[in-house]
């Protein structure tokens, strides 16, 4: 019974992929245990994996691939998919969309955007959310938000724009010392050729104007031309596809990057507040 609700609890991707390891181990006629064996893993750890009681890593993946993927590919593709099952529901079809980013633009106004987060800053942040999460839960969230910085080295090479709210440095996640490599990691970030940077001060309404006071945004720029603007507050994500809708938040967006300070007045207050740390 246990095992049956672990599956039934375990996300679609998870539960397609242990489906066909069990059919295609019981094919090869091996137990649980054999295959453990020629992969590495326990006979405990296959079993986990066939019940869905824990979604298989990408090296179990690869090992599968090797011992009962009959040279079709199907656990190496599915790596990708059991990858998504570890964001939130409200996440997974923009992360589809990130994947493919020519131009990938971001505002934030409360925290670092995740894509610039460190694994110790993202780990601070979402274990101590609210609600409160499962350990299990929260190392998966961390490992698939550090699992996207694979679009910093990507080829085609996309271009990556960040804006962050002036108090998003100000505001201390997890300790000072962790907000301070945080601060490096950014200053790291900024160093490469396909990431712009930018702050935007915390007396950017002096003139009375403040264009972002509509809270964050990130708007793609897919490899197919396409524009998508992703929101999202409260546990709600939304895409917004209509050209009419994208187009507001893009010129809203060039507002913003207006009224920013430049890259390097940006790069210089970031590095100020990792001084402060």
């Known amino acids: 019974m246990a095992r049956a609700e672990n599956k039934k609890a375990a996300p679609t991707a998870t539960r397609l992929a242990a489906d066909i390891a069990r059919i ?30 824990q979604p298989p890593s990408e090296e179990m993946l690869l090992g599968l691939e090797e011992v009962l993927g009959q ?16 964001y939130p529901r409200r996440f997974t079809d923009f992360a589809l969309l990130e994947q493919k980013a020519l131009i990938l ?17 993202a ?7 609210y609600p409160p999460l499962s350990n299990q839960r929260v190392e998966d969230l961390v490992e698939g938000r550090m699992a996207r910085k694979a679009l910093f080295d990507r080829e085609p090479t996309a271009l990556l724009e960040l804006i962050l709210d002036e108090s998003v440095l100000r505001r201390t996640i997890g300790s000072h010392e962790i907000m301070r490599r945080q601060m490096l990691h950014l200053i790291e970030c900024a160093q490469r050729r396909n990431v712009t940077l930018q702050v935007l001060p915390l007396d950017c309404g002096l003139r ?25 507050i409260q546990d ?18 060039a507002k913003i990057r207006a009224q920013a300070l430049g890259p390097d007045a940006s790069l210089a207050l970031i590095e100020q507040s990792a001084g402060e740390k």
């Open 208 to 232: 009375g104007e403040h264009a972002g006071d509509r809270g964050p945004m990130k708007l793609v720029e897919t490899l197919d031309h396409d524009r998508v603007v992703y929101l999202e």
């Open 123 to 129: 780990h601070a942040l979402i274990s101590g959310g």
């Open 71 to 86: 040279g079709l590919g199907i656990f190496r593709e599915a790596v990708k998919y059991i990858q998504l099952d570890k």
């Open 24 to 53: 295609l181990r019981q094919h090869a006629k091996l137990t649980q245990e054999n295959l453990g064996k020629k992969i590495g893993y326990t006979g405990s750890a296959i079993s986990a994996m066939e019940t869905g009681a």
């Open 105 to 121: 633009s971001s505002y934030e106004t409360v925290v670092v955007d995740g894509l610039f987060q460190t694994e110790e800053y």
């Open 236 to 253: 709600y994500g939304t895409l917004i596809t209509d050209p009419a809708e994208v187009s507001t938040r893009a010129q809203r967006y």
